[in-house]
Structure formats: C-alpha cells, structure tokens
C-alpha cells in the first residue's frame, strides 16, 4: 500500500496535518510548485520568492527526517490535479492524503482532483489553527453577532494564556487602551531613534538564488525587486526571528502598534506573519513566547496581551469567519461599492497624496506593510473611493507576502470596506485627514491640510470622509458609534455639503484617473 502525502506551499509544518498520519517507509511525500496557477494574478514576487524557497528547503528538512520525497515543478500546461495524477501512476499509488487547504476554491477543487487521479483523496483537519474551523462553529452556534472579543476570552480559557485561574492576569482581558499611542508620542519618547530593523538573512543561499532566477525566467514582470527580498525561508530563520522580535521590539509593540511613520515601516511590529501563514512559525509557539516573556519582566503585559490578542485572537477569529460565512461571504457588498484599485496603488500611477505614495512604495518594495497602514491608509483609502471589495481583495491577495483568500476576506471585506454591514466591525473605519495627522508621521510631507475640507489645499481624505459620511447619512446615523458623524454632517449649511460634495467628486475622478 502506497500512499501520496500531498504537502500543500502553505502548510509547512512537519509535525501537523497530513504527516501526522503518515508512515515514513511506505508513504512519499509530494510538493506541487505551479508557476502557471502563480502567473494567473499580478503577485508580488516576494510572495512568489518565500513561498517557492521555502517549499524547497521544507522537501530538504524533511528528507533529513528520513521521508520519500518528490517535487514536481510545473511550468507550462499542467495543473494541479495533473501532476498529482502522473505522481498516483509512477508511484502506483493509492490514496492521497492532504491537509485541508486554507481556501475555499483549493477545497472546493478537491474532487476534480481525486477524478483525474483515479484514487480517493482524504483530507485531515488543518492543524496550522488553534481552533478547528468545527470548534469554532459549535463557539459561534446562533448568536446573533459574532463578537471577538468574546471568542478572544473563550480561546484565552480553552488554552490557558494568560489567565490567573479563571480571570485574566492582570485583571484585564485587553489592554487596548494602553496601546493607543499617537506619533506625536512616539517622537517623545525617543524610539524613533532607536530603529529596530528585523534580521538580515542569507541573499547568497543557494535555493533562493535558484527560486529568484525561475521567476526572472518564468515569470518576469512582477512588482518587486530580487535584491529587495527580506523573509526567512526556514524553520529555523523564521524562530531565530521571532526570538529577535521578543528580545528587541515586543516591549515597545504595544503602546506604538498605532503609529505609522514614513521613515521606519517596521517600527515594533514582528512581521511573522507571512511565516505563520505558510507553517514556518507555529501559533502557540508565538504565543508562549510572549507570554513567558511577561512572566519574566522582560515585557509589560500590555505588549504582551496586544501581541498574543493579534494571534489568538484575531487571526483565529479571522480563519474561524472565514470558513463559516464562505462561499457567500464574497458576494457581500453592502454599500455597494463598485469603484476600481487606484492605480497608484498597481503600480499605473504616483500621487501627491504623501501617505498613500509612502505606503505604497513600502508595499511595492516589502510586500508588506503594517495593520494601521492597511487599515487607515490603503483600507480606508478603498472605503472612501468606493473601490469594488473583491478587486480590492484581490489587490490585497496578489501584492501582500501574507495575503491569502482566508486572510483577506474578513479583513478587506469586512473590517476595511464594511461590505458585510457589520458582521465584522461594528461600524466603518472611515477616518478623514486628522486621525492621519494624529497617528502618523505622513502629513509632515505632504502639501495637503488635514483641517482644510473644500479648496485646492484640502487633504482629500478629510474631504471624502466628508463626502462618505453623506453618502452614508441614513446608515450612519442609526449606528451609536457613527451617529456623531453624521450629526457633524448635518451641521453644516446647504452650500457647505454643496462644495464638499463637488470637490470630492473631482478628487474621486483624479485619483481614480492617477492624475492627483
């Protein structure tokens, strides 16, 4: 009896999923790069780069563990299903095993898939979440909202984190509040001048070397640039970094988790998580590290909640909605919103808006970015224009290391767009040009004034929020968190909301144009 062990490129973890039910001596190991399926979207060849070297050092860890392994590189023609077909006749297997996939159409595939190979194909549980997408369906049961703070209580319970007995150390479950430091504060405190960069690693490492090479070959044209390249590849580079982020940057994570500023884009993040999205980190593990961090006052404890809150809670309740509201989840758009990207955002144009350029230009050359300029500056950007959700996750999928479909919907979709009408965020995140001004350090840079709502000077933010909140009125002000807004709106006179409204307009129109 031979069994295939199909290692999907974002579950590489040797100990979960479908190894864990695997035999070393009679089952092999297959991993499926698809350069044709990458090359469908506009992907941002640091995603590309991470996730093909670190298929070939997982096949490299793994035969030092003693498995059977074959890769199968594909390059034209071929798809998935093909290649695991022509595995099942060589090898003369079968069964093919697999880890459930991390989205809906890898899983919604999986027939076409034992069809053309001609053998069953069982799927075991991901193990790559702390809560199993059942779990987290027996949690949800038929409450009326889905709240995450109450799953981020229930998850600090199941798995002991935190916890004093049956409270929450410190007798907080958040720490919020303590984490809402504005830049103004960051500049005070004077960590702006102590950066904290993530490690350097290994650009001569041979296995990247040869993934970069196949993209210039295979695949040339995509946003980014080789020597730029910055994420680990392997299990033991992706520890050794997030030892560096508890060590150097979880102690100043919390309170400055907020901040954006245009000359650090790592500030005191951890940025692990391309790594843990693809198996390379383990969520407890992450977890633990923190938490014992705090038991040995190397951390406060509101860095360390705010960090694990971001895994154990957010990420898991981001995974647990997804596999719940999907297929149907991407169908939402409840404001309906129809607009496209803005083009300085592919790459078609610049702008003079100094924080959507900055942060696009971070994008552009990281693939990355952190959560207040994904949500405040690119998120809200989209909300205000009317960008269409799924370009916009698209968009999000395609140039972000940790953009998968599971990732994006719940946080595109519904926390940046609230196209779901607020299953997942109770109200909007528009924010005009002031909340920029407070958190950021953008506006330093830019010709436009945060004060200012109509005129040539008028940041547009600050007039499209404006411009959202009237087009807007009637949902916004039923809402208890956005009926103030509203309220602002209606105080304004007749030739006031006149003027804002057709200066947007004209905003809208440039932007979308790539002429502002």
């Given amino acids: 009896m031979t069994r295939l062990v199909w290692i999907h490129g974002t579950q590489l973890t040797p100990t979960g999923g479908a190894l864990a039910v695997a035999d070393r001596t009679t089952d092999r190991v297959l991993l499926v790069e698809s350069l044709p399926h990458i090359g469908r979207g506009l992907l941002h060849r640091h995603k590309v780069a991470l996730v093909l070297t670190a298929m070939r050092r997982f096949a490299e860890e793994l035969r030092a563990a003693g498995w059977q392994v074959e890769e199968c590189r594909l390059e034209r023609g071929l798809g998935f299903a093909d290649a695991i077909a022509e595995a099942v006749r060589h090898h003369g297997a079968d069964e093919v095993v697999t880890m459930a996939p991390c989205g809906w159409q890898a899983q919604a595939a999986l027939p076409h898939v034992a069809s053309t190979a001609g053998v069953p194909v069982t799927v075991v549980d991901d193990t790559q979440f702390l809560c199993s997408r059942e779990a987290f369906a027996t949690w949800a049961g038929d409450r009326k909202r889905l709240r995450m703070q109450e799953f ?31 830049f103004a504060a960051w500049k005070r405190s004077g960590e702006r001048d102590r950066p904290t960069p993530p490690p350097v690693i290994d650009h001569d490492d041979p296995v990247l070397a040869g993934v970069q090479a196949d993209i210039d070959r295979l695949l040339p044209g995509l946003p980014g640039r080789a020597e730029d390249f910055w994420l680990p590849t392997t299990r ?10 508890i060590e150097h940057r979880l102690a100043g994570f919390g309170p ?15 940025t692990i998580a391309p790594m843990l999205n693809i198996g390379l980190l383990d969520p407890l593990t992450c977890i633990r590290a923190a938490e014992t961090a705090w038991h040995d006052g190397r951390v406060p404890l509101a860095s360390a909640e705010g960090f694990i809150r971001q895994i154990l809670g957010w990420r898991e309740y981001v995974n647990g909605i997804y596999w719940r509201e999907m297929p149907a989840y991407a169908g939402r758009n409840e404001l309906d919103a129809h607009g496209p990207v803005p083009p300085v955002l592919t790459g078609a144009a610049r702008t003079e808006l100094a924080c959507v350029q900055q942060v696009a230009d971070v994008v552009e050359r990281y693939a990355w970015t952190h959560h207040i300029d994904r949500l405040m500056v690119l998120g809200n950007l989209m909300l205000l224009l009317g960008t ?8 999000f999928r395609e140039r972000f290391a940790d953009g998968y479909d599971w990732v994006m919907q719940a946080n595109v979709t519904g926390m940046a767009l609230h196209a779901d009408g607020g299953l997942m965020a109770t109200k909007p995140y528009a924010a005009g040009g002031a909340y920029l001004k407070r958190m950021t350090g953008h506006c330093a840079g830019c010709r436009f004034d945060p004060r200012q709502r109509t005129g040539e000077d008028a940041c547009p933010f600050t007039t499209l929020y404006w411009d959202f909140t009237a087009r807007h009125h009637a949902r ?16 304004f006179d ?13 905003v809208a129109q440039a932007i979308e144009r790539g002429t502002l």
Avoid: C, K
Wanted: glycine fraction near 4%; aromatic fraction near 10%; charged fraction near 30%.
């Fill in 476 to 491: 916004l002000v039923r809402n208890p968190r956005t009926a103030q807004a509203a309220r602002g709106w209606d105080r």
């Fill in 388 to 395: 269409e959700p799924q370009a916009a996750n698209a968009w």
């Fill in 494 to 506: 007749a030739d006031e909301q006149r003027a804002i409204r057709a200066r947007a307009a004209t």
């Fill in 256 to 270: 400055y988790e907020d901040v954006s500023d245009p000359d650090d884009p790592w500030l005191r993040h951890a």
């Fill in 152 to 182: 981020y209580m229930w998850m600090r319970r199941t798995h002991d984190v935190l916890m004093d007995g049956d409270q929450p150390a410190g007798g907080q479950w958040s720490y919020d509040p303590d984490n809402r430091e504005t």
């Fill in 236 to 245: 033991a580079e992706s520890e050794r970094w997030l030892a560096d982020f």
